[in-house]
């Protein structure tokens, strides 16, 4: 069965880096982008960017361009999401979730468990 | 920006029909999905293409799509569908989520 298993939680100072890792298995890693998508506590989902892995090509929100980096490793079926200079309204569960490459409507039919990233001083 | 507009909570006796709606301009075309998430669970696709259901959702679920409102509906609710619901589309390559649904089963 399709899964993505995120890494585990992280606790950040200010200014620093984060990096979260989402890793695929049950079927083709190059077929479907893997999205990020974010939730700080009580709040709703807010969408980071999208990643394909099989061209490495992304495309990421405005409110973040310049701030994060999303890449992949596909000899393990893992995607990355780089989040710089953090601040602590950062603090959120980060979630990846898969969409079908290339196509829409575009939904996201599996979701990583999420990784919850503290930043704090 | 496009926006996606949901009300912040609806509530429902359980047995009875809950519409939940998602309003945007001209959502109808844009072939919106919902989502479902109970606390400290990653969300659950239930609808998508509008109102296509993927495997394993029961058949209380459904959407539809009209001009420019997307509405998920769900016949005789029960205790186990209490949850946040949020509507998401994709606009000018970039997928935008309404603001949450807080579905109340009382």
């Known amino acids: 069965q399709v899964q993505l298993v995120q890494s585990g939680a992280e606790v950040k100072k200010p200014g620093a880096s984060v990096k979260v890792s989402c890793k695929a298995s049950?079927?083709?890693?190059?077929?479907?982008?893997i999205n990020w998508v974010r939730q700080a506590t009580g709040q709703g989902l807010e969408w980071m960017g999208w990643?394909?892995?099989?061209?490495?090509?992304?495309g990421y929100s405005q409110k973040f361009q310049g701030r994060v980096t999303m890449t992949r490793n596909t000899s393990i079926s893992t995607a990355y999401m780089e989040l710089s200079s953090l601040r602590s309204d950062d603090t959120a569960v980060y979630f990846c979730?898969?969409?079908?490459?290339?196509?829409?409507?575009?939904?996201?039919?599996?979701w990583g468990q999420g990784t919850l990233v503290t930043v704090s001083s | 920006s496009y926006e996606l507009t949901q009300p912040p909570s609806v509530s429902v006796s359980p047995g009875q029909t809950a519409s939940i709606t998602c309003s945007g301009d001209?959502?109808?075309?844009?072939?919106a999905c919902w989502y479902q998430q109970k606390p400290g669970q990653s969300p659950l696709l239930v609808i998508y293409?509008?109102?296509k259901r993927p495997s394993g959702i029961p058949e209380r679920f459904s959407g539809s799509n009209s001009g420019n409102t997307a509405t998920l509906t769900i016949s005789g609710t029960q205790a186990m569908d209490e949850a946040d619901y949020y509507c998401?589309?994709?606009?000018?390559?970039?997928?935008?989520f309404g603001g949450g649904t807080k579905l109340t089963v009382l």
């Open positions: 293409h509008g109102r």
């Open positions: 998401q589309a994709w606009d000018s390559s970039t997928v935008i």
């Open positions: 049950g079927d083709t890693f190059t077929s479907f982008d």
């Open positions: 990643m394909n892995p099989d061209s490495g090509n992304t």
């Open positions: 001209n959502l109808g075309d844009k072939y």
């Open positions: 979730a898969r969409a079908r490459a290339g196509t829409l409507p575009y939904y996201f039919d599996y």
